[in-house]
Every structure is written in structure tokens, then in C-alpha cells.
């Protein structure tokens, strides 16, 4: 449904976008994480043919985002980083105005942005005008614009940026069904939790390429290394250290505590566990470390940064 | 058909929103009230007391010309209020971030610019005629022997619509490259100034030729009303030019870097080919900038080429007009003739011709780039009506002579270097100075605006550095170091 490959945005002597290549099926979501300036607006603007490529190549729904933007234009929904909200306007004005855009009959826009609404929960601003919004209430409205014309593609930058943890919620549950509808997503977010939450697939974004790609298991094995476990006991490890490293490999430790991995967690923690008791240790817990996609990204960040410094020495 | 009707009627869902918008800020529809019913009544109020008071001192013709004068004011006042709506309609709507959804719809960049162009138009407008209605309705109504004539009616109508065209074509322009309405409004000066100075001349005009009875007047302002719709529709194309998704969401100009405006004229003065490679050497430039660069310039060549031959067929036509003609002795292509007249006499001494030989070299050069500098501020125009004040005079020159039947064959051959170096150069710098206006009024495609004229001026100074310079110095050293000589060896 997206297939982008090798896209480059080059601003004068600017380059903002650098071969950047991936493609998303119908129905997934693919999350696109990065630092601001990163490269993630323009690369949004290009899918929605708003900027041409310097090179390289974007179809959506099968249109091409160059010689077909028009096309590829009418196939998307757009959330923009900014709601960008006419404030005199009231919400349903404000959908029929761009519904009218997309040649929708005034029948069914009327009917669609009312399900819309109450869909978001926006029902009892109907009467207001969107100036007298909260920040949380624009940004849903936004989202209703972007699918008034029920689009098969939806780009959302920050979809959940402005909103309280309930109407964060709202939308994510609205997204997780819009993609059980078979819609494909393209979201770009700095909340990481969210994105591991919806995304099939992970891109990380960093001055204009694509440091890493794939989902979040294959990231996390990647970035994160193998699982780690901790270890917490009552008193002393000092005199078990000795045992617990003939084990497993020992990571961090403490008075108290120690981090290690382990390659086969149900052979060795069993082991582990009968060494320290026979030991006399008194084991208060054992369990895996969760490795987040914020341990993920901190460490794809660094790798990057590291091969950053060596480029700018070789230079 | 069909298809333009639709994109029209997608502009004009901008245009009803817009509009609509701008009705519902007080800011707005205050001013527009206000100019539209009470300024009207205030003018008229005024040109009453200001007649009583000069009738007093015996001025009755100011009286009188005071009407159509505050008339073009009333009309004025409230188009003015267009640049203000322009600049929040563009850019107004980018520093809010309103301006990225519309993009990312399936409207074209023209239903967008006609869309808001309109919108920006049509309330100073009607608040305009509106006004203006009112006012002509006081004055009728009144007591004022003045009575208004259509023609003038119709003139400062016809000015006030070319004025607000041209002031939010402006104001396209410039909201095109500020992401601010601050800087937009900074910048707005460059159309609020000249429009002032326009308004002066034609109060001027009003003043001193209202009415029907002067044809000069009256012609005056219909040149006037024709430079500035030229002037609109320049701006019009460019603004619709320059309306595209790429320039509004990529540039903004709010701080200039002289240094990076600087590198990129060089970059494009060095050029080679498209990608920005630059010429290292002199052979470089010969081999592959100067031809990269001709070729860039050729599909337009055929604008300087007409202006020349359109430049010397009027001059030609100028002088085979009787009232222009001098006499001349038939004689003059001879050592006596030249001595009668006192413009060729001089020139038949070698220091005055050597003289007459580095004017006219000076002159040439100094053409190429004033060329370049007043292409760079007039969409490139003023070129093409330099080339006529220079080319038009051989014309005119060419029409005398023959009308006195004096045979113009010597002057020719000695004009042969002329011909066959000078001129080609100066279509060339014509050519390639009018392409400076021509690209940012119709951008190629892939290029912003800021990328459009850095290449129109790098390869304009180019041409000009690399061939016009050689060029004409070698014409020079011909004509001083072989034809002079030989001119003074068969003339003596």
C-alpha cells in the first residue's frame, strides 16, 4: 500500500531526506521514530505529493506521488504535526468544507461526520466553535478531517500528541480498529510506549536515514541484546558472585542484587537458584528485565551518534 | 471547458470560506463598514467645506477638481484593506499551520492561488464600489455644480480593480517566501510604497485633467491603468508561479544570508551543468560552462531577436515619417559633405574617431550590464525597451539617410564588425537578461524561485564575463587598429 524506495529531499544544499526506503502493507502500521529534524515531516510531505522528491520513488495505493499527486492526494489521510484549524468555524462547517474538497454529496458527509464525531467523542462541541476547543478536542477533530473521506492510507503525525491519557486512548483503540478495516498506517510519534504498542513495524529515523527497521522483536534483539535477567537476595551476593559467574554472565551487580543474561533462561535459572540456596542465599526475586522500545531507540541513537563521530574524524 | 469549470468551482469553495472568514473578524468587517458608509459621508462633508472655502478666495476650479479627486480616495481606502487580507490569507494561514491540510488535498496549486486571490479581492472590493457608490450618490444629491462623467467613473473604477489585482498579486509574492505575518508585513512595503506613488500621479492627473474634456488627461490615466494591469498580470504570473506546494511549505526568506545568496550566484556563474559542478579552469569555462549556458538561453533567443528587428523597423518607421526627416546634402557620404554638417565633421579627424570608436565601446559594454541590473528589478522588460532606444536610432538613421537619397553602402561596410560580433552579442545579454523575469514568472519545473533566478543571473553574467566582454573589446581593437586606419586611408 506505501512502497517507498530510495527517496532523497535535498533543500538547496540541505539534504533533509537521504535514501530512505520501506514498505508497508495494507492494514499495518508502520511507526517512524526520531529525533525533531530527523527527517520524518518531510518525508510525510512527500508522501502526500506536498514535496517532490530530489529523487527517488513513492507510490500509495498504487499511485505514484510524483506524476500522480492528485490521485495519491484523494488516497490519503492527513494529520498534521500542528492541527491547523480554522477557529471561527464550527466542526461540522468545518468537515463539510472539506468534504466538499473531496466531492462527497452532502448526504452522506453530513451522516459520516456526525458518526465521525461521536466516534471521537467531539458530539457535545458540536454547537461551539473550534477556537473554544481544548487542545486534546482539536487534535481529535483533526483526525475526523483526516478521514472524512474515508481514505485507505492514513499518515498521522503525532496522532496523541496533545491528548489527555483517556482521548490517547480513544484514538489508539480507533486506530487498532480502523486497522482491523484493512486501512494502512504511517505514523511518526516521539511516544515510544505507543508505538510499540501499534506499530507492525519500527523505523528509526536519524538526520535523514534510516538507522534501523524492522519490529520491535527483531529491534529489540538487535539493539538490545539478549534478554536480561536480575537477581535480588536478602543480605550479601559477595560470597555467591563466584558461583552465579560459573553460570551465567554477569552484567551489572550490587550489594544485593546482580543483572546477567542468560542464553537458556530455563536452564540456567533453575541452576542458578539451587547453587544460591545450597549457598544459604535467601532469594527474594528472579525475573527478566523488560526491554522497552525507548532501551531500543536510546541504544540505536548512540550507535549512530558513535559512527557520526567517527565519519566527522575521518573527514 | 468542463474541466476548468470544475477547478473553478473548487476555487470557489476557497473563495466562500475565505470570504466568509474574513466577514466574521470584526477586525475586517469593521474598517470595511466603516469605509464603505461613513468615509463616503466624511468626504463628502469635506469636499463641502473645502469648496465653500476656496470659492471664498476665488478658487472655484479646485473646488470642482477636489470631487473626482476624493472620489479615487474613497475608492482607494478601502482596497488598500486588500494587502492586508492577502497577507493573512497566505501567510496567515501558513503561520497558523491551516495551510498544510488544504495542501495535502487534492486541489491543484492554481485552484488554490485563484481561490484565495479572490477571497482576497472581493470584500475591499465591494466595500470600494460600495463607497464609491455612495459617495457619487452624495455628490448628485448635493449642490456641487460637478457633475460625474462616465468615462471618468469608469477610469478610476477600472484603476481601483488594477490596483487591488496588483496589490494582492504582491502580496502573493511576497507571502510566498515569509513563514510570518510579521515579515509579511515588513516586506509589504514594497508594494505599499510604489502603490503611493502611483496614487500621487494619478491624484496629479485627476487634478489637472479631470475631466472629458481633456483628452491628455484622460489618455494619461488609460497608460496608466495599462502599465499597471501589466504590471498585475506579471505579478499574477509569477505569484501563480510561485503558489506551489513545494515553495510554500520549503522556503521563507525572513533572514537573508548574503554569504549563501553569494556562493549561490557563483556556484551558478561557474556552472557547468545542471547539478551545480563548477568550471576549475578558463578551458573549463570555454569548453563547458559558456556552452551549458548558451544552450539554457537559446529556446528564448527568438525574444531578442524580434526586439532587435521589431527595434530597428520602428526606428526605420520613425524616420520615413516627414516630420521627422532633416535634410540632408546628398552629398554626405563624401569629404565635403561631412565637413558641412557639424554632427559629422568632427569625425574627420583620427582622435575624434578613435574617440567616437572607445564611446561607443564603452557604451556597449556598459549595456551588458545594466542589462542585467535592470532585468534583475523589472522581470526582465527593461532590456527590451533599452534594446529600441538603441537599435531604433540606426533604424531611424538607415530612414534618413535613404530618404535623401544617399546611398548608405559605406556605412554599412564600416559597420561590418557591428553586424557580424556586436550585435549578436547584445541579443545574446538582451535575451539572456529578459530570461531573468521570464524564469521567476514561470518557474521550471524542479526549481524554487531564490534556485530560478540564481541560475538566470549566473548564466547571464556569464555570458556577459565570458563572451560579451571578448566580444566587444575585440570589435574594439578591429575597429581602432583596421578600420579606422583604412578609413583614414581612402577618405584621406
Redo the contacts between chains.
Keep these: 500500500m506505501i512502497e517507498a524506495k530510495q527517496l532523497r529531499k535535498v533543500?538547496?544544499d540541505f539534504v533533509a531526506v537521504e535514501d530512505i526506503t520501506f514498505s508497508v502493507g495494507t492494514g499495518e502500521l508502520l511507526a517512524v521514530l526520531g529525533p525533531n529534524g530527523a527527517g520524518k515531516t518531510t518525508t510525510v510531505?512527500m508522501m502526500?505529493?506536498?514535496?517532490?522528491p530530489t529523487s527517488g520513488t513513492c507510490q500509495i495505493a498504487g499511485f505514484d506521488v510524483v506524476k500522480q499527486p492528485?490521485?495519491v492526494?484523494?488516497h490519503?489521510g492527513?494529520l498534521?504535526?500542528?492541527?491547523?484549524?480554522?477557529e471561527?468555524?464550527k466542526a461540522l462547517e468545518y468537515l463539510d468544507?472539506?468534504g466538499?474538497?473531496?466531492h462527497i454529496d452532502r448526504d452522506t458527509l453530513k451522516k459520516d461526520a456526525l458518526r465521525l464525531m461521536e466516534r471521537f467523542d467531539l458530539t457535545d462541541a458540536l454547537d461551539r466553535r473550534i477556537g473554544d476547543y481544548s487542545k486534546g478536542m482539536k487534535q481529535k477533530l483533526?483526525l475526523v478531517?483526516a478521514l472524512i473521506h474515508n481514505p485507505p492510507v492514513l499518515l498521522l503525525d503525532e496522532p496523541t500528541s496533545a491528548m489527555d491519557p483517556q482521548s490517547s486512548k480513544l484514538v489508539r483503540d480507533a486506530i487498532i480498529e480502523l486497522q482491523k478495516d484493512r486501512r494502512t498506517f504511517l505514523i511518526t510519534t516521539h511516544n515510544l510506549a505507543e508505538a510499540q504498542a501499534l506499530a507492525n513495524q519500527i523505523a528509526i529515523i536519524r538526520r535523514g536515514r534510516i538507522v534501523a527497521r524492522g519490529t520491535f522483536e527483531e529491534l529489540r534483539r538487535r539493539f538490545a541484546g539478549e534478554p536480561l535477567m536480575e537477581l535480588r537476595v536478602n543480605g550479601s551476593l559477595s560470597g555467591a558472585l563466584e558461583a552465579a559467574a560459573g553460570l551465567v554472565t554477569i552484567q551489572e551487580q550490587g550489594e544485593n542484587w546482580l543483572r546477567f543474561i542468560s542464553q537458556q533462561p530455563e536452564r540456567d535459572n533453575p541452576a542458578l537458584l539451587a547453587k544460591l540456596i545450597g549457598l544459604g542465599v535467601e532469594v527474594v526475586t528472579l525475573a527478566p528485565i523488560t526491554q522497552t522500545l525507548e532501551d531500543v531507540y536510546l541504544n540505536v541513537v548512540k550507535e549512530d551518534e558513535a559512527d557520526e563521530r567517527i565519519q566527522r574524524i575521518a573527514q | 471547458m468542463k474541466e476548468f469549470s470544475a477547478s473553478l468551482s473548487n476555487a470557489l469553495l476557497i473563495t466562500r470560506r475565505e470570504v466568509r472568514d474574513s466577514f466574521r473578524d470584526w477586525r475586517i468587517l469593521g474598517p470595511i463598514i466603516i469605509m464603505t458608509f461613513l468615509f463616503p459621508y466624511v468626504a463628502n462633508a469635506l469636499a463641502g467645506e473645502m469648496i465653500d472655502f476656496v470659492n471664498f478666495y476665488g478658487g472655484g476650479v479646485i473646488s470642482t477638481r477636489a470631487i473626482p479627486f476624493l472620489l479615487m480616495v474613497v475608492g482607494f481606502f478601502p482596497v488598500s484593506l486588500s494587502l492586508v487580507i492577502a497577507l493573512e490569507t497566505f501567510v496567515g494561514e501558513k503561520e497558523r499551520r491551516s495551510l498544510e491540510p488544504l495542501l495535502s488535498t487534492p486541489l491543484t496549486n492554481w485552484e488554490l492561488y485563484v481561490g484565495k486571490t479572490l477571497a482576497a479581492m472581493i470584500p475591499p472590493l465591494l466595500a470600494s464600489m460600495g463607497g464609491m457608490t455612495i459617495y457619487l450618490l452624495f455628490v448628485v444629491g448635493g449642490s456641487a455644480a460637478w457633475r460625474p462623467q462616465a468615462v471618468l467613473v469608469v477610469q478610476i473604477a477600472i484603476l481601483t480593480l488594477v490596483q487591488t489585482l496588483v496589490m494582492v498579486a504582491g502580496s502573493v509574492v511576497v507571502s510566498s517566501q515569509t513563514t510570518s505575518v510579521r515579515a509579511a508585513n515588513l516586506l509589504a512595503s514594497f508594494i505599499l510604497v510604489p502603490m503611493a506613488i502611483v496614487l500621487q500621479a494619478e491624484a496629479a492627473i485627476v487634478f489637472v485633467a479631470p475631466d472629458f474634456n481633456s483628452p491628455t488627461g484622460v489618455a494619461f490615466l488609460w497608460m496608466m491603468m495599462g502599465a499597471m494591469f501589466v504590471v498585475a498580470v506579471l505579478l499574477l504570473r509569477m505569484g501563480a508561479s510561485i503558489f506551489n506546494r513545494e515553495e510554500l511549505l520549503g522556503r521563507s526568506i525572513d533572514s537573508i544570508n548574503p554569504k549563501r545568496i553569494a556562493a549561490g550566484i557563483w556556484r551558478s556563474f561557474l556552472s557547468v551543468d545542471d547539478s551545480g559542478h563548477i568550471a576549475h579552469s578558463l578551458r573549463e569555462v570555454y569548453a563547458r560552462a559558456v556552452p551549458h549556458s548558451l544552450r539554457r538561453v537559446r529556446p528564448m533567443l527568438w525574444v531578442g531577436v524580434v526586439t532587435f528587428i521589431g527595434a530597428f523597423a520602428f526606428g526605420f518607421f520613425i524616420g520615413n515619417m516627414p516630420a521627422y526627416q532633416p535634410d540632408l546634402p546628398p552629398n554626405l557620404m563624401t569629404l565635403e559633405g561631412m565637413t558641412q554638417l557639424q554632427i559629422t565633421a568632427p569625425f574627420l579627424e583620427q582622435a575624434h574617431r578613435d574617440q567616437a570608436i572607445g564611446d561607443v565601446y564603452g557604451f556597449h559594454l556598459r549595456y551588458l550590464f545594466v542589462a542585467i541590473a535592470l532585468g534583475m528589478i523589472s522581470f526582465g522588460v527593461a532590456p527590451l525597451l533599452m534594446m529600441p532606444v538603441m537599435v531604433g536610432v540606426l533604424g531611424f538613421a538607415t530612414a534618413i539617410l535613404l530618404a535623401n537619397g544617399i546611398t548608405i553602402a559605406p556605412i554599412w561596410a564600416a559597420a561590418i564588425p557591428h553586424l557580424l560580433f556586436n550585435v549578436p552579442v547584445l541579443i545574446l545579454m538582451t535575451t539572456a537578461s529578459f530570461r531573468m523575469g521570464a524564469l521567476v514568472t514561470k518557474l521550471p519545473p524542479g526549481l524554487t524561485l531564490g534556485q530560478a533566478w540564481n541560475q538566470a543571473l549566473g548564466d547571464a553574467l556569464k555570458l556577459g564575463v565570458f563572451v560579451g566582454v571578448p566580444v566587444l573589446t575585440f570589435t574594439y581593437l578591429i575597429e581602432l587598429l583596421i578600420l579606422s586606419p583604412l578609413v583614414r586611408a581612402v577618405v584621406g
Excluded: K, N, P, W
Design positions: 533543500f538547496d510531505r502526500t505529493s506536498i514535496l517532490v492528485a490521485q492526494r484523494g490519503v492527513v498534521t504535526e500542528q492541527h491547523g484549524l480554522y471561527r468555524m468544507f472539506f466538499r474538497i473531496y483533526s478531517r
